[in-house]
Protein backbone atom coordinates (compact mmCIF):
# COMPACT_ATOMS: atom_id res chain seq x y z
CA UNK A 1 0.00 0.00 0.00
CA UNK A 2 2.87 2.33 0.78
CA UNK A 3 5.63 0.89 -0.98
CA UNK A 4 5.78 3.86 -3.90
CA UNK A 5 5.60 6.40 -0.41
CA UNK A 6 8.21 4.57 1.94
CA UNK A 7 11.55 5.12 -0.05
CA UNK A 8 11.12 8.73 -0.24
CA UNK A 9 10.59 9.26 3.08
CA UNK A 10 13.68 7.10 3.69
CA UNK A 11 15.65 8.71 1.10
CA UNK A 12 14.67 12.28 3.40
CA UNK A 13 15.69 10.73 6.58
CA UNK A 14 19.00 9.53 4.97
CA UNK A 15 19.85 12.84 3.71
CA UNK A 16 18.62 14.55 6.90
CA UNK A 17 20.73 12.49 8.36
CA UNK A 18 23.86 13.27 6.29
CA UNK A 19 23.42 16.82 6.89
CA UNK A 20 23.76 16.22 10.87
CA UNK A 21 26.56 14.19 10.36
CA UNK A 22 28.00 17.56 8.56
CA UNK A 23 26.98 20.14 10.70
CA UNK A 24 26.31 18.72 14.50
CA UNK A 25 29.04 16.15 14.19
CA UNK A 26 32.01 18.64 13.97
CA UNK A 27 30.40 21.16 16.57
CA UNK A 28 30.30 18.54 18.94
CA UNK A 29 33.72 16.63 18.54
CA UNK A 30 35.20 20.25 19.14
CA UNK A 31 33.96 20.53 22.57
CA UNK A 32 34.67 16.72 23.85
CA UNK A 33 37.83 16.44 25.46
CA UNK A 34 38.77 13.11 23.61
CA UNK A 35 38.05 13.95 20.14
CA UNK A 36 40.99 12.63 19.24
CA UNK A 37 39.74 9.03 20.61
CA UNK A 38 36.71 9.23 18.50
CA UNK A 39 38.42 10.31 15.62
CA UNK A 40 40.77 7.44 16.03
CA UNK A 41 37.90 5.34 16.76
CA UNK A 42 36.05 6.34 13.33
CA UNK A 43 38.80 5.78 11.32
CA UNK A 44 39.41 2.40 12.24
CA UNK A 45 35.99 1.23 11.84
CA UNK A 46 35.98 2.98 8.76
CA UNK A 47 39.04 1.73 7.30
CA UNK A 48 38.13 -1.82 8.81
CA UNK A 49 34.71 -1.61 6.52
CA UNK A 50 36.77 -0.37 3.23
CA UNK A 51 38.76 -3.72 3.53
CA UNK A 52 36.07 -5.83 4.32
CA UNK A 53 34.06 -4.58 1.22
CA UNK A 54 36.67 -3.98 -1.32
CA UNK A 55 38.22 -7.68 -0.68
CA UNK A 56 34.94 -9.11 -0.67
CA UNK A 57 35.09 -11.23 2.97
CA UNK A 58 31.79 -9.64 3.96
CA UNK A 59 29.40 -12.06 5.33
CA UNK A 60 26.22 -12.20 2.92
CA UNK A 61 23.10 -11.82 3.66
CA UNK A 62 21.15 -13.62 1.91
Known sequence: MLGGFLPYVSLFGAFYSLLLQFYVGPKVLYEVSSARAI????????????????LGTAVPVL
Request: charged letters at 5%.
Open 39 to 54: ALLAIILAATFAETFA
